[in-house]
């Protein structure tokens, strides 16, 4: 795999980081069949979710999970006409009275392991706040204290495939595997035509991660100490989903940060410098390619950094980077939320190359246990209202 043995693998401790990117367009193609299998039952659920003309559909999960509800608030919005929010965990438990309201709420809780705190308490709390609710919980581990112990509202569980639960540290499949199980089961009704387009992110994944994978293997040995990813609208979460892939397996020695190509302006520029990665997340509506384009001359007049890197489906290869990852061959267009799946590619790889490079384990690389698998030391209190402002004058 990417020019490794796997007895090297073995040795560098990286063996299951990189087999989770390198099976992620195997395991999507499951992913749809496992839900095309378990289709009636989750277009019941979601059909008596949906009944409610003020429903309200809740995107939750905590780090790289809460990302996931980022991607997909803006195109399940418009694909279901339902107000969509996405509210990580970890704001929902420290106030949950600024989040839940009582219109019946669709919760949607996505969870590697179903095990984090936040996850657990976001549920209860939810139950407490919502008059109506339906909770649909997305995860990979089937002995999660989430999907076992739930027992408040209409809930289901949509268990991914086990190839999903990664072994390593950092989120990879998963990652992918619980976006995409999300954006389908949320649009059931249309699973059928959505085939096409999981055949191309499939394409598209495999292109990637064949293709491209020695140029980043070789931009990953450059001695950079920051990476800037930049994406707009959903990307802008597959951006964020990017920079802490690089940071985590890096043991924060690159220093990562994310932003839309509109709001990099406004301040954040400052910190390119010399020895700065810029990874720009291209999206494929004209419309927005126009601003994404401004920006990328603006930056290419002034510091460039070490390297920039252009991730897109299709465009004429003219803008000045250094490495073009163009995806189609032909004019094909992928709905931008598909887009957004195999966008966060890259970035695993050069976190992957990159994390060997530094002499670190890809598959636990955190060398002083700063981060786990499964987050620890995370006291769960008791939630009580207090008074407010108008109530103590």
């Known amino acids: 795999m990417f020019g490794l043995e796997t007895t090297e693998l073995k040795q560098l401790g990286a063996l299951h980081t990189a087999t989770e990117i390198q099976q992620q367009p195997w395991l999507w193609n499951r992913i749809y069949e496992l839900v095309k299998e378990h289709r009636a039952e989750l277009e019941a659920f979601i059909e008596q979710a949906f009944e409610h003309a003020d429903l309200r559909i809740i995107l939750t999960?905590?780090?790289?999970?809460?990302?996931?509800?980022?991607?997909?608030?803006?195109?399940?919005q418009e694909s279901?006409?339902?107000?969509?929010?996405?509210i990580a965990t970890t704001e929902l438990i420290s106030h949950p009275a600024h989040h839940f309201t009582?219109?019946?709420?669709?919760?949607?809780?996505?969870?590697?392991?179903?095990?984090?705190p936040e996850s657990l308490a976001a549920a209860r709390l939810a139950a407490t706040h919502c008059t109506t609710l339906y909770h649909l919980i997305i995860t990979c581990n089937p002995k999660g204290k989430l999907a076992s112990d739930l027992k408040n509202g209409v809930s289901h569980v949509f268990l991914l495939p086990p190839e999903a639960d990664d072994k390593s540290l950092a989120m990879t499949g998963s990652?992918?595997?619980?976006?995409?199980?999300?954006?389908?089961?949320?649009?059931?009704?249309?699973?059928?035509?959505?085939?096409?387009?999981?055949?191309?992110?499939?394409?598209?994944?495999?292109?990637?991660?064949s293709d491209y994978?020695?140029?980043?293997?070789?931009?990953?040995?450059?001695?950079?100490?920051?990476?800037?990813?930049?994406?707009?609208?959903?990307?802008?979460a597959i951006a964020n989903?990017?920079?802490?892939?690089?940071?985590?397996?890096?043991?924060?020695?690159i220093i990562c940060k994310f932003d839309s190509f509109l709001g990099f302006r406004h301040g954040p520029r400052a910190v390119v410098h010399p020895n700065t990665l810029l990874i720009y997340l291209f999206s494929n509506n004209p419309y927005v390619n126009q601003y994404e384009t401004d920006l990328v001359t603006a930056i290419n007049n002034g510091e460039k950094g070490i390297c920039r890197i252009g991730i897109e489906e299709t465009a004429p290869d003219t803008r000045p980077l250094d490495l073009h990852i163009q995806l189609a061959k032909d004019a094909s267009h992928l709905?931008?939320?598909?887009?957004?799946?195999?966008?966060?590619?890259?970035?695993?790889?050069?976190?992957f190359f990159k994390s060997i490079q530094l002499g670190l384990e890809p598959d636990n690389p955190s060398k002083n246990q700063a981060i786990t698998r499964v987050v620890k030391g995370v006291t769960i209190y008791p939630y009580y209202q207090s008074a407010s402002i108008n109530e103590t004058h």
């Open 61 to 76: 999960g905590a780090g790289s999970s809460a990302f996931i509800g980022n991607v997909l608030e803006g195109p399940l």
């Open 241 to 253: 989903e990017s920079e802490l892939k690089v940071q985590e397996l890096t043991d924060g020695k």
């Open 335 to 351: 709905e931008e939320v598909f887009l957004c799946i195999c966008a966060v590619l890259p970035a695993q790889l050069i976190a």
């Open 175 to 209: 990652f992918t595997g619980m976006l995409l199980s999300g954006l389908l089961i949320c649009r059931i009704h249309e699973l059928t035509g959505l085939a096409p387009a999981l055949q191309q992110l499939c394409n598209y994944g495999t292109a990637i991660l």
């Open 213 to 236: 994978y020695q140029a980043l293997q070789k931009i990953a040995t450059l001695d950079f100490d920051r990476a800037v990813f930049l994406g707009s609208g959903p990307m802008k």
């Open 80 to 86: 279901t006409g339902k107000s969509c929010t996405a």
């Open 102 to 116: 009582n219109q019946p709420t669709l919760l949607v809780s996505f969870a590697r392991s179903g095990d984090s």
